[in-house]
């Protein structure tokens, strides 16, 4: 070990640490990974470390690509020199995968210059979609809007643009939040087009907004003016248009963003464009109050599929040392009414074991029907005519019901709502409903803070049956509705015997014509 690596391990707290203690630790580690209980065996996750935001997604030379913001400290000759401090910023991490189910990780693709002049990092950006060379749009603090390239095909070489930073805050327009960028290009006109900021501060364009610019070069930008103007009939005016991804779907357009308050969401709209003008004719949103799922991205891959991954955050206790995981690969489409359509990528059929059927389950009022199903891995579909009643699913249930995560379908309200107020025994687990901030700027009662349920809008149209695909992977749960909605809910059960599944009806009766339960195979090592 040279000076500077001992200086370095003192400064980091690694001094004295040998070769064999090093590969004892990094064993010790793994394993309490891979036994962590809340630790998804089949999801996207980081093979250690925590991330965020979900950025660039691009299907490129065969392969789904998947960047996403990470954490590190700045390299070893940088803290000895002092020219920049041991705290760790945003990098940019990155995945890929042939089949979007087994995934390898590559080196990291954005690093901050480890001189002083990127303090926080790099921040969250976007692949330019239809861009002549793979390219990122990103945002660094402190500097402004900024573009790499590359041009390996496993993309893990990315150049920094001479022009950079190509947008700065100084030179935009006033009413300008330069931040979050997304691009596209037009191939008939040969023009880049980017949406910077999260909000813009036009008059009348208040709440999520963003800005429209574009470029013939990557280099020079015109400002073109606010790109959409935001609805109070959809949206709160706290709402901001962050982490945008703005494509056609069907005949329709959509923006998909990220919104920083009332509470971190995903949320979206269909529209069409008038000129260089986004119209929002229809909103949804994929959080509610109780949930983490934020920060989503999509591509369009070779089949022609628009495939979506958000980020869902931590709510309850890991092992330390990770955090964070992506949803399941999504495919979006549009239904024959013109609504998003949602539904799970059928590549996660590959990981389906011991397939179970039960048929003909009716439910009663009131009562329960334990099924002979054990599990914290699985996939469960369900079939069941309609009904007015309340169907209940219960998953990661104890064998005494003390511990359980109810998802609850409600016809007669309208709603889809994961009740996750026993999935911890020992205490009535709640999730914050808003931002700290939003509490406080709004003057929210505290009474208000917390809930134990996360409830989205779904209805069922008269006579329509009702299909579930329930995906259970230890700690987090999604659960897709008749292709046209679905919510995601992190869960830390506390109990090793919380494995048992159960059905009920409430309020009527529901029949269930058919249950199917999968063991799912383990992907991730570790």
Known sequence: MTTDDKEIDAKIGREGLTQADRERGTREFRDALRNDPARPKWHLLPPEGFWNDINGTIFWKGRYHVFFLGRRSPDREAIVSGKDSINAREVWLHASSRDLVHWVHHPIALIPAWDGSMPNGIYSGDMIADAPQPTIIVHIPKQGTCIYTADDDMLDNWKWHPANPVITQEKAPKEVTVFDPTGWYDK?????????????????????????????????????????????????????????????????????????????????????????????????????????????????????????????????????????????????????????????????????????????????????????????????????????????????????????????????????????????????????????EYNDSEKIPESEWYTSQQAASFKLEQDEPLRLRIFLDRSILEVFANERQCITQRIYPSRTDSLGVSLAARGGKVNVRSFTVYEMERVNSW
């Open 188 to 436: 008939e006109e040969k023009t880049y087009y980017a949406l910077i900021g999260n909000k813009n501060r036009t008059p009348g364009f208040e709440g999520d907004t963003s800005s429209l610019f574009k470029s013939t070069d990557l280099a020079t930008w015109e400002y073109v003016g606010p790109f959409y103007k935001s609805e109070r009939k959809w949206t709160e005016e706290a709402c901001d248009c962050a982490c945008p991804d703005f494509y056609p779907l069907g005949d329709k357009k959509m923006l998909l963003m990220h919104s920083h308050k009332p509470y971190y969401m995903a949320q979206y709209y269909l529209g069409h464009l008038d000129g260089e003008r986004f119209i929002p004719e229809l909103h949804g949103r994929m959080t509610w109050p109780g949930g983490s799922l934020c920060a989503p991205e999509t591509l369009l891959d070779d089949k022609g599929r628009r495939v979506f991954w958000g980020w869902v955050y931590e709510q309850g206790p890991v092992t330390p040392g990770w955090g964070s995981v992506a949803t399941l690969p999504r495919v979006f489409d549009l239904d024959v009414k013109g609504r998003l359509k949602i539904t799970p990528a059928p590549e996660l059929e590959t990981l389906r074991m011991n397939p179970r059927r039960f048929d003909g389950i009716a439910l009663a009022d009131g009562g329960e029907h334990v099924l002979d199903v054990r599990g914290d891995s699985l996939e469960i579909d369900i079939d069941a005519e309609y009904s007015a009643a309340d169907l209940i699913v219960t998953v990661r249930r104890s064998p005494d019901a003390q511990e359980a995560t109810a998802v609850i379908i409600s016809p007669a309200k309208g709603t889809m709502t994961v009740d996750f107020s026993k999935s911890r025994q020992g205490q009535a687990v709640k999730f914050p409903r808003f931002r700290k």
